[in-house]
């Protein structure tokens, strides 16, 4: 496994792995695909802001993580949101903990003092996954989200950095 700066011919991949997710599970309210220009336009601004997009590569790529500014404005400058997403077929192999693991470090040295994962309440994987990870129920937030018909929660999940 190689986990590595996104290259624009990954780009195809990231978007397969997210509308995937997209179509599928809940683990985004988003319902709506991604397109690839919407996707190298995010690459682009992560490169120009210095926050990372990272692919993980095993034969193909199979994953994909991200982070960016929590919420806009100057005062939120050192609190980061990521985004993480695998292919299916590989959960559980320990791929989602390097990845988070390197958007942590990648972050960390950007001057970054926390990192945030907004989770669907029903996602109880992912929020199980982010507690093993060192990461705090921080909030919920109810039925902020809405997908498959139904309202959801969302869980905020904290790290502290630094």
Same mark, same amino acid.
């Given at each position: 496994?190689?986990?590595?700066?996104?290259?624009?011919?990954?780009?195809?991949?990231?978007?397969?792995?997210?509308?995937?997710?997209?179509?599928?599970?809940?683990?985004?309210?988003?319902?709506?695909?991604?397109?690839?220009?919407?996707?190298?336009?995010?690459?682009?601004? $992560?490169?120009?802001?210095? !926050?990372? /997009?990272?692919?993980?590569? &095993? @034969?193909?790529?199979? %994953?994909?993580?991200?982070?960016?500014?929590?919420?806009?404005?100057?005062?939120?400058?050192?609190?980061?949101?990521?985004?993480?997403?695998?292919?299916?077929?590989?959960?559980?192999?320990?791929?989602?903990?390097?990845?988070?693991?390197?958007?942590?470090?990648?972050? $960390?040295?950007?001057?970054? !003092?926390? /990192?945030?994962?907004?989770? &669907? @309440?029903?996602?109880? %994987?992912?929020?199980?996954?982010?507690?093993?990870?060192?990461?705090?129920?921080?909030?919920?937030?109810?039925?902020?989200?809405?997908?498959?018909?139904?309202?959801?929660?969302?869980?905020?999940?904290?790290?502290?950095?630094?």
């Amino acid at each position: 496994m190689t986990i590595r700066p996104a290259r624009a011919a990954d780009l195809p991949e990231v978007m397969r792995i997210w509308n995937t997710a997209i179509r599928e599970t809940n683990q985004t309210f988003n319902s709506q695909e991604k397109t690839l220009p919407e996707i190298e336009a995010l690459m682009a601004q $992560r490169e120009a802001d210095g !926050h990372a /997009l990272l692919v993980v590569e &095993a @034969g193909a790529i199979v %994953g994909f993580g991200t982070y960016g500014q929590f919420r806009g404005g100057v005062g939120y400058a050192r609190s980061m949101e990521h985004t993480l997403y695998l292919d299916a077929t590989t959960r559980g192999q320990g791929l989602g903990r390097g990845l988070l693991r390197a958007l942590e470090d990648h972050a $960390r040295m950007g001057g970054a !003092h926390s /990192l945030i994962g907004g989770v &669907a @309440g029903e996602n109880e %994987g992912s929020i199980r996954f982010h507690e093993r990870e060192g990461y705090a129920r921080v909030a919920t937030i109810p039925e902020v989200g809405f997908k498959f018909g139904r309202y959801m929660d969302l869980v905020l999940l904290q790290k502290i950095l630094t």
